[in-house]
């Protein structure tokens, strides 16, 4: 950087004073997701989620622990078993009271996040666990369902608070993931455990019966449809099977003489 004093009085109007500075700049990247925020912290403290500070950026996992094992009444335990799942996600073997090694702990470090689109059907998989996500809307002061995964009815259903802590625009945005404590709360309402989807105003005065009679006809969510596939190539028009005209005309490349309306 080149700083130029040049003085206005006249006497010194012929000096010039040129100055050379040299300077380094540090950038530090302090990483999302490890520390709670106040806009994150929020949540906590009205009572609608359970999130904890951690050093690592195992959100996901702490999330899963809070569903898995709600009866943890520490931080040190709490993270702790978060860190014994991401290891069993990684598929790494836990010692019971064990300590980490150094790869294992490097691994924690180096750890850059959980990403939604590759890692959460591994995610459900590996802990038994259909999925429910929301987002806050800051503007209207609700919250909203974003996404559902429902692997298994058989499974426990988790709700996911996904805070954002990158700016809006961000092309990497960041997202930190929270157990949903209440979701009767969240979702204005009672929420059926059975399906999570039809909700139900506890202030009606047919709540209770509404209710039962919903239970009893309720089948639980919605599997994940999954299409079975022909492991030979078929036509795309079944009727080609049972016209053995069509069937020659179309083997040898006639397909005009066939009759319109086929």
């Known amino acids: 950087m080149i700083y130029e004093d040049q003085s206005p009085l006249h006497q010194e109007s012929n000096t010039r004073r040129v100055a050379l500075y040299s300077f380094v700049i540090i950038v530090y990247e302090l990483p999302l997701g490890t520390k709670l925020r106040p806009e994150v912290q929020w949540f906590n403290q009205h009572d609608y989620t359970r999130s904890i500070d951690c050093d690592y950026n195992i959100c996901w996992f702490i999330a899963a622990s809070f569903q898995l094992h709600p009866e943890i009444n520490n931080n ?123 909700l139900f105003n506890r202030a009606s005065a047919h709540f209770c019966r509404d209710l039962k009679t919903h239970l009893e006809s309720c089948k639980g969510p919605d599997q994940m449809k999954h299409p079975k596939l022909d492991k030979l190539a078929q036509p795309l028009m079944p009727f080609l099977k049972s016209n053995k005209t069509i069937q020659k005309l179309f083997a040898t490349g006639q397909k005009k003489a066939i009759p319109k309306g086929q």
């Open 76 to 198: 040190k335990s709490r993270i702790a078993y978060a860190i014994e799942l991401f290891q069993q996600f990684n598929d790494q073997v836990h010692k019971d009271g064990g300590r980490l090694n150094k790869e294992q702990k490097q691994m924690l470090k180096d750890y850059a996040g959980f990403n939604q689109d590759t890692d959460l059907e591994k995610f459900q998989q590996c802990f038994k666990l259909n999925v429910m996500t929301y987002e806050y809307d800051h503007s209207e002061k609700q919250f909203n369902k974003s996404n559902e995964y429902i692997v298994n009815q058989e499974w426990v259903t988790t709700h996911i608070l996904l805070a954002p802590l990158s700016i809006q625009g961000d092309d990497n945005p960041q997202v930190h993931a929270m157990f949903i404590k209440d979701i009767d709360r969240v979702v204005g309402g009672y929420l059926c455990k059975k399906c999570n989807k039809k």
